[in-house]
Nanobody, 119 residues
Framework: QVQFVESGGGLVKPGGSLRLSCAASGFAFNKNDMSWYRQAPGQGRELVAGISSDSYGRNYADFAHGRFTISRDNDKNTVYLQMDGLKPDDTATYFC????????????WGEGTLVTVSE
């Protein structure tokens, strides 16, 4: 059974940082590209960043460039999202999935982890 378990969210002030983690299971993690998505209240889910299976390729949404860094540990079946310089507009629930530009396993979603950026 494919499973994604996101963690690391919380309340942070503007300009602060968070590191999100996503533990994946039920498929060959080291052979799949991975990506992070986010969904703000009342809005659709959007791509944040993607990383290739070997970590050589990365892509970022325009809003994430220069502030967010995606990485992965294939030994731990885990993908990370380091978020720096957080803004109130970054407030959303963050999810991970397989895939580089779009979710390849979109019938499987975790509960996500909520990031709230506020004073």
């Amino acid at each position: 059974q494919v499973q994604f378990v996101e963690s690391g969210g919380g309340l942070v002030k503007p300009g602060g940082s968070l590191r999100l983690s996503c533990a994946a299971s039920g498929f060959a993690f080291n052979k799949n590209d991975m990506s992070w998505y986010r969904q703000a209240p009342g809005q659709g889910r959007e791509l944040v960043a993607g990383i290739s299976s070997d970590s050589y390729g990365r892509n970022y949404a325009d809003f994430a460039h220069g502030r967010f860094t995606i990485s992965r540990d294939n030994d731990k079946n885990t993908v990370y999202l380091q978020m720096d310089g957080l803004k109130p507009d970054d407030t959303a629930t963050y999810f991970c999935n397989a895939g580089y530009y779009r979710p390849n396993m979109d019938t499987y979603w975790g509960e996500g982890t909520l990031v709230t950026v506020s004073e």
